[in-house]
């Protein structure tokens, strides 16, 4: 049951976050959208290096000079991953025009939650490999630790929930649809997580591999979307008063209870 909590801690930061709609008035105004986008990017950066990266390493200590090997590689692997789906997926952003990916008729409102859920998918998988880890023996990944990333991710999916649901508004869908929507974009986080906690039970031997994969997939995240959409126009040191606020947060949250 612990475990179920920990895998659900992080969609229901993105659904109480996606509620932003029925209380905020207008738009999400792009000072607070800039500060946002750069407390997400600090969070899921400190996340990926302490609470996968450095446990990946700590896993393949057996292999003395080369125990880099499996963070390496799955590090560019997860890199490549999200490098390819977005290749292959139809998808808008939110600071831009143009569509991404294979040329699709899709509605602007679905091209925005599929661009969202590629964004969720990384996370989804970074829990699911930690309580992986958490699970399984001489991993060296606590309890308290996978529940610091959980509900790390969680902080930052909630103001997240109301990035993806406010500019909904603006292509002409209701406030109940624009949160179902929201809703709709993270539940991929729980998915994900069940399915990578599957896939490592089965094979342990890779579960450094998976941690670093997740690492590799969320920072391309950050680095690809969020920090370029936080640092657009004016007001871009806002995005780094964020990015440091998350960093610092997500740091403490993983040392303090990991």
Do not use: C, R
Not at 70 to 80: Q, R, S
Not at 90 to 110: I, V
């Amino acid at each position: 049951m612990n475990y179920l909590i920990g895998i659900l801690i992080p969609f229901a930061g993105t659904a109480l976050g996606a509620a932003g709609v029925f209380f905020l008035k207008n738009e999400m105004k792009p000072i607070v959208q800039k500060l946002l986008l750069g407390f997400a990017s600090g969070v899921m950066v400190a996340a990926s290096v302490w609470s996968l990266l450095m446990p990946s390493m700590n896993m393949a200590s057996s292999m003395g000079k080369f125990a880099f090997v499996p963070a390496a590689a799955g590090f560019l692997l997860g890199i490549l991953f999200l490098l390819l789906m977005d290749e292959l997926v139809p998808h808008l952003h939110l600071d831009q025009k143009e569509p991404e990916g294979p040329k699709k008729s899709l509605a602007k409102s679905t091209m925005l939650i599929l661009a969202v859920t590629l964004h969720n998918l990384p996370e989804g998988m970074a829990v699911g490999v930690v309580f992986a880890g958490a699970m399984s023996e001489n991993s060296g990944i606590t309890i308290a630790g996978a529940a610091a990333l959980s509900v790390g991710i969680a902080i930052q999916n909630f103001p997240e929930g109301a990035i993806i649901s406010m500019p909904l508004l603006s292509t002409g869908i209701g406030k109940g649809k624009a949160f179902l929507y929201g809703v709709l974009s993270g539940i991929v986080e729980p998915l994900g997580a069940v399915l990578t906690i599957i896939f490592a039970s089965h094979i342990v031997p890779v579960l450094p591999y998976l941690l670093s994969f997740a690492a590799g997939a969320m920072i391309y995240v950050v680095v690809e979307e969020l920090i370029p959409e936080s640092a657009q126009g004016s007001h871009s040191n806002l995005g780094t008063i964020g990015f440091a606020a998350g960093f610092v947060l997500m740091m403490v949250l993983d040392t303090a209870l990991g």
